[in-house]
């Protein structure tokens, strides 16, 4: 794990001063490191039933759609307002500086669905904590919320359902 952490470059005062963003293309990037991420993610979902996984515009769609393939299931998008074509559910959420919405289609799940969500970084929780309530309305079962990477000091997951979140690497 600490091969792929290393790998992932920090960028000091973006996207503001006093921030260190942690900068995933480096990853991404690296073939042999990418693979080895999403295989090593993926196997924690190996012979469980999931029908469903959810990928959170834009960086979630990265790492949803390779744990989808390797899974063997498709994969629904979550995006912002007005990037769906037919039509959608939508629920709006506090962000640190405002207000932000997201869309999913309205016939993305049938009741029961198991679903992973996948995003690529966990920091406050707000993003995912907004998708888990879009996807319970449909009456679909969050199965976990997947990420690549946790900044554990954020205390994001206090936000998620208990033992329900699962970080591959933890800052």
Do not use: W
């Not at 998008?77 to 559910?89: E, H, Q, S």
């Not at 932000?100 to 904590?129: N, P, Y």
């Amino acid at each position: 794990m600490d091969q792929l952490k290393d790998i992932i470059r920090n960028i000091p005062d973006f996207p503001k001063k006093g921030i260190v963003f942690k900068d995933i293309t480096t990853l991404l990037a690296d073939a042999k490191s990418f693979h080895r991420m999403v295989d090593l993610l993926a196997h924690r979902y190996v012979g469980e039933k999931i029908d469903q996984i959810v990928g959170i515009e834009a960086r979630g769609f990265i790492l949803g759609s390779a744990l989808a393939y390797k899974l063997g299931t498709g994969i629904t998008l979550v995006r912002k307002p007005g990037k769906l074509p037919y039509k959608t559910r939508s629920i709006s959420y506090e962000l640190e500086y405002g207000t932000d919405t997201l869309e999913i289609h309205e016939d993305a799940f049938k009741k029961g669905d198991k679903v992973i969500i996948a995003d690529d970084l966990l920091a406050t929780g707000g993003t995912m904590a907004a998708v888990v309530d879009l996807v319970e309305q449909f009456g679909a079962e969050i199965h976990e919320c997947a990420f690549m990477a946790e900044l554990e000091f954020l205390e994001g997951r206090s936000k998620l359902p208990e033992g329900k979140v699962y970080s591959l690497l933890k800052f």
